[in-house]
């Protein structure tokens, strides 16, 4: 199974910058859609942002705030977080949907959740 390792998160003051990443641990074949999602303490696990192949999705609470992208080449997503707000707090979590080889149909693949905290 493909094990998706995030790094970048941390403690930071409210209006700082956080930058999360996301790789596949081996090579895979192709990944086409990866995002980030977040659980905060006493709420359900909910969208972030998404990129897919000629489009970008994001939550309401995080336009103009946060960018994510992709190195296609390297299979890799990355979260640019700005002006990062206390309700930001959460457990940030990868996801991708990686087909592992040429043939077999592609899954959904999380990473272990990297914490993020914003302090007032």
């Known amino acids: 199974q493909v094990q998706l390792v995030e790094s970048g998160g941390g403690l930071v003051q409210a209006g700082g910058s956080l930058r999360l990443s996301c790789a596949a641990s081996?090579?895979?074949?192709?990944?086409?859609?990866m995002g980030w999602y977040r659980q905060a303490p006493g709420k359900q696990r909910e969208l972030v942002a998404v990129?897919?192949?000629?489009?970008?999705n994001y939550a309401d609470s995080v336009k103009g705030r946060f960018t994510i992208s992709r190195d296609n080449a390297k299979n890799t997503v990355t979260l640019q977080m700005n002006n990062l707000k206390p309700e930001d707090t959460a457990v940030y979590y990868c996801?991708?949907?990686?087909?592992?080889?040429?043939?077999?149909?592609?899954?959904?693949?999380w990473g272990q959740g990297t914490q993020v905290t914003v302090s007032s």
């Open positions: 996801n991708a949907n990686i087909a592992l080889y040429a043939v077999g149909a592609p899954r959904y693949y």
């Open positions: 081996v090579r895979v074949f192709r990944i086409n859609t």
């Open positions: 990129i897919s192949p000629g489009d970008t």
